[in-house]
């Protein structure tokens, strides 16, 4: 069994910065892409960032040069730095990874933490 625990979501007014955080654990061989998605209310999922195990990232053009995703393998952690925070960023933000549990590679999503941007 493999599961996926957020942390580090709130409220924070424009400008502001948060730092979430995403710990895998359970039954892992290997983890490949790890990314964050949100949600925001009547929107459909989207991509906020991705990173494969070979490190190279990628955004959202909508969070360019505000986030940054970063990873660390011995700890299958993945973290999202926020800052410059809009009202728009405003969401239910997931963590996602592609897991091999020895029995094949699958993807594993977290709760979901929420990220609330206003004054």
């Known amino acids: 069994q493999v599961s996926l625990v957020e942390s580090g979501g709130g409220l924070v007014q424009p400008g502001g910065s948060l730092r979430l955080s995403c710990a895998a654990s359970?039954?892992?061989?290997?983890?490949?892409?790890m990314a964050w998605y949100r949600q925001a209310p009547g929107k459909q999922r989207e991509l906020v960032a991705e990173?494969?195990?070979?490190?190279?990232?990628n955004y959202a053009d909508s969070v360019k040069g505000r986030f940054t995703i970063s990873r660390d393998n011995a700890a299958n952690t993945v973290q999202l730095q926020m800052s410059s925070l809009k009202p728009e960023d405003t969401a239910v933000y997931y963590c996602?990874?592609?897991?091999?549990?020895?029995?094949?590679?699958?993807?594993?999503w977290g709760q979901g933490t929420q990220v609330t941007v206003s004054s």
């Open positions: 996602n990874a592609r897991i091999n549990n020895g029995f094949g590679s699958s993807d594993y």
């Open positions: 990173i494969p195990s070979g490190g190279y990232t």
């Open positions: 359970g039954r892992i061989v290997r983890i490949h892409t």
